[in-house]
C-alpha cells in the first residue's frame, strides 16, 4: 500500500508526561528502596500513540501543551523520531509521572500529577491548530487527562468542530471528559473496563453487563467501542460484530502504555482501511510488542507482523470473556 495516500493521523494530548520508570527488584511500602534501573519517557496517551503508528510506519501529526521548561525531551524526541510537532508551549513544566514496577511480582504503581496549566488563550490557539490540521487530516486521536483549567467538555467541543471537517475521532479519556465527550458522539473510544464501570455509573462484571454496556454506547451513536480488559484481551465491536480478542503471551516488561498502544493500532488499522477483525489483531499485536518493552517505547514493527497469525479473536456470542 502506498503510505503517501494514507489518511495522515493526528494526535492531541492536552496534558502530557514525562514518565519516569523506576525498577526494584522488590518494591517494600515503608521501607528504604533503591532503584534498580530508571527510565525517562517522553509520554502521555496522544504521545504514546504516536509513537507507536510511527514505529508501524505511518505518519503522524503531534499536538497539544507542553510545559515551556522541560519542553527539549518532548521537542528532540519528535524531532528523531520524524514526528510533526505542533504542540502549543505553555508557561511551566510537563508533569513527571513516576511508575513503580516491582519485578518480584510483577505489579506496575503508577503516581500520576494533576499536569500543566493553560489559560483561555492557550485553549483557543489549540482549537485553532485543531481546525487548521482537520483540512488535511481526517483521523484524530484525543486523548488522556485534561489541565485543570480546561473546560470539562473540551474534548466535546473539539469532537464536535472535527466532525464539522468530516473527521473520525477517537475519543481515550476518563472520567467527567470521557462522559462529556461521548456526548458529541465520537467515531470510536476505548475505555479499560474501569473507566467503563465509571462512565456507566454501576458495575460491569458479568460478560452480560459488557455486552449491554456496548449495546447502549453504540445505539448512542458511536461506532466502534473498545473495551481493554488488561491480561485478559480486550473486546471490540462496532454495529455488526462483538469480537473478544486474546492476548499474546509475551514476556510483560511494563504494562504502563498497553492501553494507548492497542488505541494506536486501532487507528493504524483504521487509516489502511482494515476491517474490524484486522484492527483488533493489529492492535493487540502492536500492545503485546509494547508491554514487553520497558517503559512507554514502541515495539518493533517485525515482532508486531510475526505476531499477527497467532492472535486468538472469537465472536463474543460464541465464547465467554
Ligand atoms: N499482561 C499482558 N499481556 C499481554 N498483553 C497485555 C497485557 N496487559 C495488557 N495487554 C494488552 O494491552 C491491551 C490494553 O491493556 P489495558 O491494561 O486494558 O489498557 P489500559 O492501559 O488503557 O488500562 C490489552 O487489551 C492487551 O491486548
Ligand atoms: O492523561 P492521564 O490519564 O493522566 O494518563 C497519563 C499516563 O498514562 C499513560 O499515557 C499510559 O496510559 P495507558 O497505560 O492507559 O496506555 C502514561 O504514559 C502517562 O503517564
Same mark, same amino acid.
Given at each position: 500500500? !502506498?503510505?503517501?495516500?494514507?489518511?495522515?493521523?493526528?494526535?492531541?494530548?492536552?496534558?502530557?508526561?514525562?514518565?519516569?520508570?523506576?525498577?526494584?527488584?522488590?518494591?517494600?511500602?515503608?521501607?528504604?528502596?533503591?532503584?534498580?534501573?530508571?527510565?525517562?519517557?517522553?509520554?502521555?496517551?496522544?504521545?504514546?500513540?504516536?509513537?507507536?503508528?510511527?514505529?508501524?510506519?505511518?505518519?503522524?501529526?503531534?499536538?497539544?501543551?507542553?510545559?515551556?521548561? !522541560?519542553?527539549?525531551?518532548?521537542?528532540?524526541?519528535?524531532?528523531?523520531?520524524?514526528?510533526?510537532?505542533?504542540?502549543?508551549?505553555?508557561?511551566?513544566?510537563?508533569?513527571?509521572?513516576?511508575?513503580?514496577?516491582?519485578?518480584?511480582?510483577?505489579?506496575?504503581?503508577?503516581?500520576?500529577?494533576?499536569?500543566?496549566?493553560?489559560?483561555?488563550?492557550?485553549?483557543?490557539?489549540?482549537?485553532?491548530?485543531?481546525?487548521?490540521?482537520?483540512?488535511?487530516?481526517?483521523?484524530?486521536?484525543?486523548?488522556?487527562?485534561?489541565?485543570?483549567?480546561?473546560?470539562?467538555?473540551?474534548?466535546?467541543?473539539?469532537?464536535?468542530?472535527?466532525?464539522?471537517?468530516?473527521?473520525?475521532?477517537?475519543?481515550?479519556?476518563?472520567?467527567?471528559?470521557?462522559?462529556?465527550?461521548?456526548?458529541?458522539?465520537?467515531?470510536?473510544?476505548?475505555?479499560?473496563?474501569?473507566?467503563?464501570?465509571?462512565?456507566?455509573?454501576?458495575?460491569?462484571?458479568?460478560?452480560?453487563?459488557?455486552?449491554?454496556?456496548?449495546?447502549?454506547?453504540?445505539?448512542?451513536?458511536?461506532?466502534?467501542?473498545?473495551?481493554?480488559?488488561?491480561?485478559?484481551?480486550?473486546?471490540?465491536?462496532?454495529?455488526?460484530?462483538?469480537?473478544?480478542?486474546?492476548?499474546?503471551?509475551?514476556?510483560?516488561?511494563?504494562?504502563?502504555? $498497553?492501553?494507548?498502544?492497542?488505541?494506536?493500532?486501532?487507528?493504524?488499522?483504521?487509516?489502511?482501511?482494515?476491517?474490524?477483525?484486522?484492527? $483488533?489483531?493489529?492492535?493487540? $499485536?502492536?500492545?503485546?510488542?509494547?508491554?514487553?518493552?520497558?517503559?512507554?517505547?514502541?515495539?518493533?514493527?517485525?515482532?508486531?507482523?510475526?505476531?499477527?497469525?497467532?492472535?486468538?479473536?472469537?465472536?463474543?456470542?460464541?465464547?465467554?470473556?
Amino acid at each position: 500500500m !502506498n503510505k503517501q495516500k494514507l489518511a495522515q493521523i493526528v494526535t492531541i494530548t492536552l496534558n502530557p508526561a514525562v514518565d519516569q520508570t523506576l525498577n526494584f527488584t522488590q518494591f517494600h511500602v515503608g521501607q528504604v528502596n533503591r532503584v534498580g534501573k530508571e527510565r525517562l519517557d517522553p509520554a502521555g496517551k496522544g504521545i504514546n500513540v504516536a509513537k507507536v503508528i510511527k514505529s508501524l510506519g505511518q505518519d503522524v501529526v503531534v499536538s497539544g501543551f507542553l510545559g515551556r521548561d !522541560n519542553a527539549n525531551i518532548f521537542e528532540h524526541y519528535f524531532q528523531a523520531q520524524e514526528i510533526s510537532n505542533h504542540f502549543i508551549k505553555v508557561d511551566g513544566a510537563t508533569r513527571v509521572n513516576t511508575k513503580i514496577v516491582d519485578e518480584a511480582s510483577g505489579l506496575v504503581t503508577e503516581i500520576n500529577f494533576p499536569g500543566i496549566h493553560c489559560n483561555t488563550s492557550n485553549l483557543h490557539e489549540l482549537e485553532n491548530i485543531i481546525k487548521q490540521l482537520a483540512v488535511e487530516s481526517k483521523l484524530f486521536v484525543l486523548s488522556g487527562s485534561l489541565p485543570e483549567e480546561a473546560p470539562l467538555d473540551i474534548y466535546r467541543k473539539f469532537i464536535e468542530i472535527l466532525k464539522s471537517y468530516d473527521c473520525k475521532v477517537f475519543l481515550d479519556t476518563s472520567g467527567s471528559a470521557l462522559t462529556e465527550g461521548i456526548k458529541a458522539k465520537p467515531y470510536a473510544i476505548k475505555p479499560n473496563i474501569d473507566e467503563l464501570k465509571q462512565l456507566m455509573g454501576h458495575s460491569v462484571e458479568q460478560e452480560l453487563d459488557v455486552l449491554k454496556a456496548i449495546d447502549t454506547l453504540i445505539s448512542g451513536g458511536i461506532a466502534k467501542v473498545v473495551i481493554s480488559l488488561g491480561g485478559k484481551g480486550a473486546v471490540v465491536a462496532d454495529r455488526s460484530q462483538r469480537l473478544i480478542v486474546r492476548p499474546l503471551d509475551v514476556r510483560v516488561s511494563s504494562t504502563v502504555g $498497553a492501553g494507548d498502544a492497542l488505541v494506536a493500532g486501532l487507528v493504524y488499522g483504521e487509516a489502511q482501511g482494515m476491517s474490524l477483525e484486522q484492527q $483488533a489483531r493489529w492492535a493487540t $499485536a502492536v500492545a503485546a510488542a509494547s508491554v514487553a518493552q520497558p517503559g512507554t517505547q514502541a515495539g518493533k514493527f517485525n515482532d508486531v507482523e510475526k505476531q499477527l497469525p497467532n492472535v486468538i479473536i472469537e465472536e463474543l456470542k460464541e465464547c465467554k470473556l
